[in-house]
């Protein structure tokens, strides 16, 4: 049995429909609440749902564990209870290492590239704590993802109990089918398709940062099939640990982006150019770019979906579809 924390969640619940697909027997923890995320594992139920306040109990009851990919998380990048998300993103994971340390048990964890603040000590996923140490997260969430990594940073240079497979990745910006309940957190590939479908055209931030044109702010975006690539690929290969990006390796422009979702929906390219919210001045990563070199180096061989094609999937299989869930 493989446990998926967060399984119901975006990232989760793609990867959850991938190891049914597999015949892999699944538990869940995560909470459906009453905005539909159910629909999430309509197609592929799990054997078991947990409540994420009973995890450490049904992990006290010895289930028998293959891996454990833990992706719960308060993953709201505008997040201001710190008590909260430190206690989930934190001390839930250090319960959950722990554990798997003391079981011999496989783990996958999610962290962020929102670790790398606005990337000026770039983007290198070293695990050493002496380059994790100068990285300097622009928000809340960003920062408790930090804080465990450092937290298994200094666990391995101290040579303490570790899983017997840890991996850790930095999610870049992942789009695609099953993120529909995350509210102001959805991808910018669906708000925008929901602006150009309505009629209306694409708004995009103007930008604040000196020498970056409005809509040439750069992410790296990466299409949710090639992130559950990786993780599989990680299952398949218990003898890989460390800290890995997870990005395609290639920032893309915010008009790229969104020219996209307007050629894939069939209409014509219009850009508005509206204000950033106040509450975002400050904490908005203007360019993100994985490096790719350590996840390479590490026998991952797959190819990345250029983000076009990515988008087309997007939006054609799916949020053009009357079911557009995995």
Same mark, same amino acid.
């Given at each position: 049995?493989?446990?998926?924390?967060?399984?119901?969640?975006?990232?989760?619940?793609?990867?959850?429909?991938?190891?049914?697909?597999?015949?892999?027997?699944?538990?869940?923890? +995560?909470?459906?609440? &009453?905005?539909?995320?159910? &629909?999430?594992?309509? $197609?592929? @139920?799990?054997?078991?749902?947990? @409540?994420?306040?009973?995890?450490?109990?049904?992990?006290?009851?010895?289930?028998?564990?293959?891996?454990?990919?833990?992706?719960?998380?308060?993953?709201?990048?505008?997040?201001?209870?710190?008590?909260?998300?430190?206690?989930?993103?934190?001390?839930?994971?250090?319960?959950?290492?722990?554990?798997?340390?003391?079981?011999?048990?496989?783990?996958v964890y999610a962290s962020?590239?929102?670790?790398?603040?606005?990337?000026?000590?770039?983007? +290198?996923?070293?695990?050493?704590?002496?380059?994790?140490?100068?990285?300097?997260?622009?928000?809340?969430? !960003?920062?408790?993802?930090?804080?465990?990594?450092?937290?298994?940073?200094?666990?391995?240079?101290?040579?303490?109990?570790?899983?017997?497979?840890?991996?850790?990745?930095?999610?870049?910006?992942?789009?695609? @089918?099953?993120?529909?309940?995350? !509210?102001?957190?959805?991808?910018?590939?669906?708000? $925008?398709?929901?602006?150009?479908?309505?009629?209306?055209?694409?708004?995009?931030? &103007?930008?604040?940062? @000196?020498?970056?044109?409005?809509?040439?702010?750069?992410?790296?975006?990466?299409?949710?099939?090639?992130?559950?690539?990786?993780?599989?690929?990680?299952?398949?290969?218990?003898?890989?640990?460390?800290?890995?990006?997870?990005?395609?390796?290639?920032?893309?422009?915010?008009?790229?982006?969104?020219?996209?979702?307007?050629?894939?929906?069939?209409?014509?390219?219009?850009?508005?150019?509206? +204000?950033?919210?106040?509450?975002?001045?400050?904490?908005?990563?203007?360019?993100t770019e994985a490096s790719?070199?350590?996840?390479?180096?590490?026998?991952?061989?797959?190819?990345?979906?250029?983000?076009?094609?990515?988008?087309?999937?997007?939006?054609?299989?799916?949020? $053009?579809q009357s079911d557009p869930?995995?």
């Open positions: 049995m493989i446990l998926v924390t967060g399984g119901a969640g975006f990232i989760g619940s793609n990867l959850h429909a991938a190891l049914v697909a597999r015949g892999v027997e699944t538990a869940v923890a +995560d909470r459906l609440g &009453r905005d539909g995320k159910w &629909r999430n594992l309509a $197609k592929h @139920p799990p054997a078991q749902l947990i @409540p994420p306040d009973d995890i450490e109990a049904f992990l006290d009851s010895r289930p028998p564990l293959e891996m454990i990919y833990h992706f719960g998380a308060i993953s709201d990048t505008t997040a201001t209870d710190g008590d909260v998300a430190w206690a989930t993103n934190v001390e839930l994971s250090r319960t959950v290492w722990h554990w798997c340390a003391n079981h011999g048990v496989r783990l962020s590239a929102a670790t790398y603040g606005d990337g000026s000590a770039g983007f +290198d996923d070293d695990v050493a704590p002496a380059a994790l140490e100068k990285l300097r997260p622009l928000n809340l969430y !960003g920062w408790t993802k930090h804080a465990f990594d450092l937290r298994v940073a200094r666990a391995i240079a101290e040579r303490r109990p570790h899983p017997p497979q840890w991996v850790g990745l930095k999610f870049f910006n992942v789009f695609g @089918p099953n993120e529909y309940h995350k !509210g102001r957190m959805i991808s910018v590939v669906k708000v $925008k398709y929901d602006e150009v479908a309505a009629g209306g055209a694409a708004r995009l931030f &103007r930008s604040t940062t @000196p020498g970056v044109a409005d809509g040439g702010q750069r992410r790296d975006f990466i299409w949710i099939g090639d992130v559950v690539d990786v993780l599989l690929w990680l299952l398949d290969s218990p003898g890989v640990t460390g800290l890995f990006n997870v990005g395609t390796g290639w920032a893309r422009t915010y008009v790229d982006l969104t020219n996209a979702v307007c050629d894939a929906a069939g209409v014509a390219r219009q850009i508005e150019f509206v +204000d950033m919210p106040d509450a975002l001045r400050g904490q908005y990563q203007s360019f790719i070199t350590r996840l390479r180096t590490a026998g991952f061989a797959g190819q990345f979906t250029p983000l076009e094609e990515g988008v087309r999937r997007y939006v054609q299989d799916y949020l $053009k869930f995995v």
